[in-house]
């Protein structure tokens, strides 16, 4: 009785040692991996790293990790010379073969963002803003452009006859423009309707100011983004990449 009582007070101990050494392991591969993941992908800053399931030892034996999740910082929107920050940057990768930690690819990855109103105002062209549109609006993929008429018309580069200047002088325009992506890395703002203006040929200046894309940068290049939404805090993307390259 007293050898079984050793026994198992032994198996706890080496357990629990084991678990230790489990921790200590996945938390430097972690930080490699983080340290990876910002060399090659250009990040100002150093992203969040978790490796999931238990033990961690068993996965390296293989080479292969079944969850990693990534959170990036200094992910960049550029819009018509604007850049603006892109928030809750974030990846989840399965089957994330291992070379080593000099290399990384994940047989799968869902990537997600989002870009706030204020910040999409920023890249807009001169004199429009955005903001959320209503929920019904915003159920169709559409955000509300807004702008002073002779600041968005003159921003685009046209020049406003004198005899219109009255009609417009004080005027407020407003667009809804559906969202969606293209090229895999791109958001792209195309109004639906555009408001009736007073001077001929105004109608394709106007969408010329409200109509923009957002190219987004810092995200691996295998993540295709395929999927935006809008909600009361701003756009929500994400996307799918197969053989990502999550380090060297």
Partial sequence: MRALRILLITAVILGGLFAIADR????FAESEVAAKVR???GLST????SINGFPFLTQIASSELDDVQVRLGGVQASAGGHSVEVTEVAAEL???RLDGFSSAVAD???GSARISY?????SAPEG???????AERAAKGQVKVTGPAVELLEGAGFTIPAFAESALEGRTLTTYSTVSTTGGDTVRLRAEELPKLPVPGMDKTLRDAVDYDLKIDGLPSTIKLDKVTADEGG????????NVSLAG
């Fill in 94 to 96: 399965s089957g994330v």
């Fill in 39 to 41: 060399s090659s992908q």
């Fill in 128 to 134: 429009a803003s955005v903001s959320y549109a209503g």
């Fill in 118 to 122: 204020a910040d999409l105002g920023k």
């Fill in 235 to 242: 756009l929500r993307f994400s996307g799918v990449g197969t």
């Fill in 46 to 49: 150093e992203p969040e790293v």
């Fill in 24 to 27: 200590l392991a996945v938390n």
């Fill in 108 to 110: 799968r990855a869902m």
